[in-house]
């Protein structure tokens, strides 16, 4: 027997979890931002990318 998978019926906790980081990312980029202004090293920068696209991919509902 083959269940339709429809990503809108998750369980709760899942929900919660993703609502929670997708109020945090925004602070955490900011954050990163200006770590990465006053002291740029590669680590910072590769962080600073994955918060960015983390946060596109919250607001363009990608995840």
Same mark, same amino acid.
């Not at 990465?36 to 991919?57: E, H, K, Q, R």
């Given at each position: 027997? +083959?269940?339709?998978? +429809?990503?809108? @019926?998750? =369980?709760?906790?899942?929900? +919660? ?14 954050? =990163? ?8 090293? @590669? ?21």
């Amino acid at each position: 027997m +083959n269940k339709k998978f +429809n990503k809108y @019926t998750v =369980q709760s906790w899942f929900r +919660n979890i993703r609502g929670i980081c997708r109020q945090l990312i925004i602070p955490f980029a900011i954050f =990163q931002g200006i770590r990465t202004v006053l002291f740029p090293t @590669t680590l910072d920068v590769l962080l600073l990318a994955i918060f960015i696209l983390i946060a596109l991919g919250f607001h363009y509902e990608w995840f």
